[in-house]
């Protein structure tokens, strides 16, 4: 049954919550630090140069004709000079600080590092990418592998040393689906840190959902209204909606581009059976999140984020990402249904002559396909609006919220 939504629901959700006063400034159940405030402002009189910390004019002031001061009163200190403007001495600007993110997702390890201004959008400064595939690293009792965890070790060891070498102030390491699902994960990271000295957290599915939901949140603001976000990653897709920067609905499934691979498509390409049965099980496991998406209310704004739908957005048209992640883009769903024909119809080998489609990600897009389609037709989304922030930006943007920019 595909996601119809109920107009009680919208006027439920529509209504502004109780306003908080934070600072002296009325904030709809947002907490927003008070802007550093500019050095005092120095009265100098039109036409005279400013001067830190110059005082008034010595020459007494003239009374202006008809005004008549109190017997005993002295003349209002201001009242005959030149007219006087204000000159406010800029604040010295916040520093910035450069921080690193090293994401070990189910695909690739990424290490991204930005720097960050207090006020402002984290900047890109560099950007790292090792394709260590760890969720087809995983034996068959769900084990990462002896050759896997040395791997990881060692790709671990070089991003912290480019890190070091690029001087980030703040590193974090996160991994998601395939080290989570790991039945050896926490033997894993133990050995990892203490080797590599770097401490891993494993997100949960949830918190996953949530910071991407809040990089996507950022990154359109508050006029994109109730938003849907969706991203497909290796190992899971995960699912976010509401109005605010904390979603009201997240879900986190076991429906990643290449862990569906592996586990639902031998072919190459895949026959007409395997990908039946693949649309079924991808249902079955989005249809429970359809009843919760329901009572949100229908989004103002539905989203993907994430390599696996950008990919599919370009082969059904896109704007080149090259031209800058400003250029809006958007894929249809009528779109993507006839990219997805293509790219099943297709081998693996094949695919990368597709616009968009990289050599490693080639081999999992059939999979990515179908859970797009089934994902934006049971929820009953015509389009969604690629979002160049995803997890690793949303959890550089949740570090910035705690950092000390004095």
Same mark, same amino acid.
């Given at each position: 049954?595909?996601?119809?939504?109920?107009?009680?629901?919208?006027?439920?959700?529509?209504?502004?919550?109780?306003?908080?006063?934070?600072?002296?400034?009325?904030?709809?159940?947002?907490?927003?630090?008070r802007?550093?405030?500019?050095?005092?402002?120095?009265l100098?009189?039109?036409?005279?140069?400013a001067?830190?910390?110059?005082?008034?004019?010595?020459?007494?002031?003239?009374?202006?004709?008809?005004?008549?001061?109190?017997?005993?009163?002295a003349?209002?200190?201001?009242?005959?000079? !030149? *007219?006087?403007?204000?000159?406010?001495?800029?604040?010295?600007? &916040?520093?910035?600080?450069?921080? =690193?993110?090293?994401? +070990? #997702?189910?695909?690739?390890?990424?290490l991204?590092?930005?720097?960050?201004?207090?006020?402002?959008?984290?900047?890109?400064?560099?950007?790292?990418?090792?394709?260590?595939?760890?969720?087809?690293?995983?034996?068959?009792?769900g084990?990462?592998?002896?050759?896997?965890?040395h791997?990881?070790?060692?790709?671990?060891?070089?991003?912290?040393?480019?890190?070091?070498?690029?001087?980030?102030f703040?590193?974090?390491?996160?991994?998601?689906?395939?080290?989570?699902?790991?039945?050896?994960?926490?033997?894993?990271?133990g050995?990892?840190?203490?080797?590599?000295?770097?401490?891993?957290?494993?997100?949960?599915?949830?918190?996953?959902?949530?910071?991407?939901?809040?990089?996507? !949140? *950022?990154?359109?603001?508050?006029?994109?209204?109730?938003?849907? &976000?969706?991203?497909?990653?290796? =190992?899971?897709?995960? +699912? #976010?909606?509401?109005?605010?920067?904390?979603?009201?609905?997240?879900?986190?499934?076991?429906?990643?581009?290449?862990?569906?691979?592996?586990?639902?498509?031998?072919?190459?390409?895949?026959?007409?059976?395997?990908?039946?049965?693949?649309?079924?099980?991808v249902?079955?496991?989005?249809?429970?999140?359809?009843?919760?998406?329901?009572?949100?209310?229908?989004?103002?704004?539905?989203?993907?984020?994430?390599?696996?739908?950008?990919?599919?957005?370009?082969?059904?048209?896109?704007?080149?990402?090259?031209?800058?992640?400003?250029?809006?883009?958007?894929?249809?769903?009528?779109?993507?249904?006839?990219?997805?024909?293509?790219?099943?119809?297709?081998?693996?080998?094949?695919?990368?002559?597709?616009?968009?489609?990289?050599?490693?990600?080639?081999?999992?897009?059939?999979?990515g396909?179908?859970?797009?389609?089934?994902?934006?037709?049971?929820?009953?989304?015509?389009?969604?609006?690629?979002?160049?922030?995803?997890?690793?930006?949303?959890?550089?943007?949740?570090?910035?919220?705690?950092?000390?920019?004095?």
């Amino acid at each position: 049954m595909r996601l119809r939504f109920s107009p009680t629901a919208r006027a439920a959700k529509d209504g502004d919550g109780p306003a908080r006063e934070v600072g002296g400034l009325v904030l709809p159940g947002v907490v927003v630090p008070r802007p550093p405030a500019l050095a005092a402002a120095a009265l100098v009189p039109s036409g005279a140069t400013a001067s830190l910390g110059a005082g008034p004019p010595d020459a007494e002031a003239a009374p202006l004709p008809g005004v008549t001061a109190p017997a005993g009163a002295a003349a209002p200190p201001l009242v005959g000079q !030149r *007219r006087a403007t204000a000159v406010a001495l800029p604040a010295p600007p &916040a520093q910035p600080r450069r921080l =690193g993110v090293i994401d +070990i #997702g189910s695909n690739t390890v990424h290490l991204l590092v930005v720097d960050a201004h207090h006020g402002a959008a984290p900047r890109p400064a560099a950007s790292v990418r090792v394709p260590l595939r760890l969720v087809e690293l995983l034996d068959d009792a769900g084990a990462l592998s002896a050759g896997g965890e040395h791997a990881l070790v060692e790709c671990i060891l070089d991003l912290r040393r480019q890190a070091e070498d690029l001087t980030v102030f703040d590193l974090v390491a996160f991994a998601t689906s395939a080290l989570r699902d790991a039945t050896n994960s926490d033997d894993v990271l133990g050995r990892l840190r203490a080797v590599t000295g770097v401490a891993v957290e494993v997100l949960p599915g949830d918190d996953e959902a949530r910071l991407t939901f809040l990089a996507v !949140r *950022r990154w359109f603001g508050w006029s994109a209204g109730r938003l849907l &976000a969706m991203d497909i990653g290796g =190992g899971s897709l995960e +699912i #976010g909606a509401g109005m605010d920067e904390e979603p009201d609905v997240v879900a986190s499934l076991p429906l990643g581009a290449s862990r569906l691979t592996r586990d639902w498509l031998a072919a190459d390409p895949p026959s007409q059976r395997e990908l039946t049965a693949l649309r079924r099980y991808v249902r079955a496991q989005i249809a429970p999140v359809v009843g919760k998406l329901y009572h949100v209310g229908e989004p103002t704004r539905a989203v993907a984020t994430s390599k696996t739908f950008r990919s599919l957005a370009r082969v059904a048209g896109a704007e080149p990402y090259s031209r800058g992640p400003y250029v809006r883009r958007v894929l249809r769903r009528a779109d993507l249904e006839t990219a997805a024909k293509l790219i099943c119809r297709m081998p693996s080998d094949a695919r990368v002559s597709l616009p968009g489609v990289s050599a490693s990600r080639a081999a999992q897009l059939a999979a990515g396909a179908v859970v797009a389609v089934e994902t934006m037709d049971l929820l009953s989304v015509d389009e969604v609006e690629i979002c160049p922030w995803a997890l690793r930006e949303g959890i550089i943007l949740r570090r910035l919220d705690t950092l000390n920019f004095g």
